[in-house]
């Protein structure tokens, strides 16, 4: 697969970078042959000789005989390089800090700097996708979505903006509030730590990022539509009457068993969403003086968020939606609709409390086997699964949790997934089981496996302190590339 493989700059801090690895703020050897010793975050395997690996530094190395041996390629840049892309034998595109990206027309020997409209925002591009030899999706924080059909002439700027029916909006200082008024961009904060699209037909390319932002395109990226989680997890709204606080406790004992259903999947969280009658709003939310209301809603979050936490469910899990805006009239001189938006966002039928599941998974990849069958890897073990072309989404249980950093599919039903302290696991059944591999090599492998990549059956494996492995036969089996010593990395820390 022509296709490249990331790893984002926060799942380096989060995970690894400082406290499992000793920095180097020194090249380690200049271009030509070397001996990688520093973390590499990306792999790219363009058919069973030809593989590039980028990390640390400005590196970027390249094989040309299935990894035996290795060069170093002249990038011209000191930047981590956390993304390698090859469209096909000549042409692909390198991604990293500070928005750098760079592209090369001779198969990885030398790259080109290129200018994108990031360039003066500063900020990190996780990872990119090679659609052509003329096209090219990257992405990265702040919602970053770039696009180029010229072969990086241009780049077009389709990143996530916040407009005022955003939930990001009220948390904007009043600067950047305004400047939504006034329809210019201010960026969503969130992270897209990678893209892919399929090599057999890439009209099909999917995005992911942290807080479990996911979507799909069906036409090479010009628009994107929302994929959704589902959890098969959830409990009907709790209904309350009229100026009443407390809940029953058959209510009570109903929170108590859906809470109890997630205590340890810690990737997903609890939503209360307090809902209020016309009839309340009428005779305790009058804008004179709003405080009577908000003072009901505010208890029977309260009340809820108790029978969630006697569950076993701590605070930092639990997210309060819709909560009363005590500081609303800090916000009426630039928005006198506020509070009148407010009450009617709040507003149905009968006074209840929603309480949902909140999905915040932090995902790291997303890889298709195919237009339908789809997997993406993320934080704390989870892996999630779509067998609609990334309409929908699944979680499935790998037994572990740790981070899982990459996935790839071979087949539908054969993928194989890498992460923290040396994790390796395969499936054969579509995602329903995941397998150890039986090759010994893992009994020594202590460290970070950041990305893997296969073209047919033969696949590679990046990670800490310059590890790359080979398999040729579909992930069964591994050997070392790299380092020509011993892979135990226990002793990195």
Known sequence: MLSRRPLSLLAAILLCTVACHEVH???????????????????????????????????IYRSEDGGQSWLKSDTGVKSLIYDVSMADQYYGWAVGQLGLVLRTEDGGKTWAKQSTPKDDQGVHLFSVQSVGPQEAIAVGEWGTIIVTRDGGKTWRDDSLTVDETHPQFVWLSIFDQERVRKGEPVFEDVGLNDVSCLSSNTQHCWVIGEFAYLFRSENGGENWERGEILSGIKVDPIQLDYNSIEITDADRELIGEFSRQIADQQHLNIAIEPRVSAREIANFGKESDPFPLFEIVEARVQEVQSAIEAAGILSDRIRRRGAPPWD???FLAEDPEFLSRYFE??????P?????????PYLFAVRFADENDGYISGLGGVVLRSRDGGRTWRYEDIGRKMAVFSVEPLTPDRAVIVGEKGLLRITTDSGKTWEESNDTIFDTIFTFMRDVDFVGNTGYVVGQRGMILRSDDGGSSWRAVTPTKSLNLADAH
């Open 328 to 330: 609303y009239e800090d």
């Open 352 to 360: 209840q409390i929603e309480v949902n599941i909140a999905q915040n």
């Open 25 to 59: 703020f020194e090249p380690r050897s200049g271009v030509g042959e070397i001996d990688i010793l520093d973390d590499l975050f990306a792999v790219s395997a363009v058919d069973e000789n030809l593989v590039l690996a980028s990390g640390y530094w400005g590196a």
């Open 345 to 350: 966002g709040r507003k149905r039928d009968s």
